[in-house]
C-alpha cells in the first residue's frame, strides 16, 4: 500500500530554534496536509496546501509557520523559534485529487519536543 | 459546542464484549464522516468511513444520523486487538478550501481485557 513518509521521526530541539519537518506524500496525490496532536489532546489541522499555495489554515497557523514543496516530490513544515507549547506530533498526510476518492493517507508522524 | 464531541471514555471491557461509541458535530453543512483508530503514538488510521444508510465491516458497524448530527460506531465481539484510541472525524463542505480539512474528536480510549 502507498504511503506517507516523514522524517525526523523524533526530533529534540532548544527553544527559540527553528525546525524543519519533512513529508514526502504519495506521488499522484494532489492535496497535502499538516496536523499536529499534542500530548493527551486532540489531532488538529494546521494547514493544507494545493496547487502550490496554501488553500486554509487554521489559527493555530500563524506566522512562526510556514510550508513548502520545493522539489515537487517533498512536502515541508518549518517552524521559527520554537516554543515549548511547540512539542507535539506532526503528521503529514495527502489525498489524491477528489475524482480519485476521498482518502486521507496520514504518514507516521514527527514527534517534536522543544526543552 | 466543540465541533466533533465524543464520549470521553475511557471504555474498559472483556474480549467478546460489544461495544458502542458515540458522537455528536456541530456543522450541519458537514459532508463526510468518518472513524479512525489511534494506537498510542501513532498516526489515526482509517477505520471506516459512515453513511446515512449505516455501513457494516465484519465486526464493525457504524450510523449516521444527519438530523441529529449524531454518529455512532458499534463493536462486535472485541478482541484485545481493538484496544486503542477511536477518533470521530468529520470532513468540511463541498467544494472551496475547506474541503478535504478533516476535524478530529477528542477520541474515546477502548481497552479491552482478557
Known amino acids: 500500500e502507498p504511503e506517507v513518509t516523514q522524517t525526523p521521526s523524533h526530533q529534540v530541539t532548544q527553544m527559540g530554534q527553528e525546525v524543519i519537518l519533512r513529508c514526502v506524500p504519495i506521488?499522484?496525490?494532489?492535496?497535502f496536509y499538516w496536523y499536529r496532536q499534542i500530548l493527551g489532546q486532540k489531532v488538529e489541522f494546521l494547514v493544507s496546501?494545493?496547487?502550490?499555495?496554501?488553500?486554509?489554515k487554521s489559527e493555530i497557523f500563524d506566522d512562526q509557520f510556514s510550508v513548502e514543496r520545493p522539489d515537487g516530490s517533498n512536502f515541508t513544515l518549518k517552524i521559527r523559534s520554537t516554543k515549548l507549547e511547540d512539542s507535539a506530533m506532526y503528521f503529514c498526510?495527502?489525498?489524491?485529487?477528489?475524482?480519485?476518492?476521498?482518502?486521507?493517507?496520514f504518514g507516521e508522524g514527527s514527534w517534536l519536543t522543544v526543552v | 459546542r466543540k465541533e466533533v464531541e465524543q464520549d470521553p471514555g475511557p471504555f474498559n471491557v472483556p474480549e467478546g464484549a460489544t461495544v458502542a461509541f458515540n458522537c455528536t458535530y456541530s456543522?450541519?453543512?458537514?459532508?463526510?464522516f468518518f472513524w479512525y483508530r489511534q494506537d498510542c503514538r501513532k498516526e489515526p488510521k482509517l477505520l471506516m468511513s459512515?453513511?446515512?444508510s449505516g455501513n457494516e465491516d465484519g465486526r464493525f458497524t457504524a450510523q449516521l444520523n444527519r438530523a441529529s448530527q449524531y454518529i455512532s460506531l458499534l463493536i462486535r465481539d472485541s478482541k484485545l486487538s481493538d484496544s486503542a484510541t477511536y477518533l470521530c472525524?468529520?470532513?468540511?463542505?463541498?467544494?472551496?478550501?475547506?474541503?478535504?480539512?478533516?476535524?478530529f474528536g477528542q477520541g474515546t480510549i477502548l481497552t479491552v481485557h482478557p
Open positions: 498526510a495527502s489525498r489524491a485529487y477528489v475524482s480519485s476518492g476521498n482518502t486521507i493517507y
Open positions: 506521488s499522484n496525490h494532489l492535496y
Open positions: 496546501f494545493y496547487n502550490n499555495e496554501i488553500s486554509e
Open positions: 456543522n450541519s453543512a458537514s459532508q463526510s
Open positions: 459512515v453513511y446515512s
Open positions: 472525524v468529520v470532513k468540511g463542505n463541498a467544494g472551496g478550501t475547506s474541503y478535504g480539512k478533516l476535524t
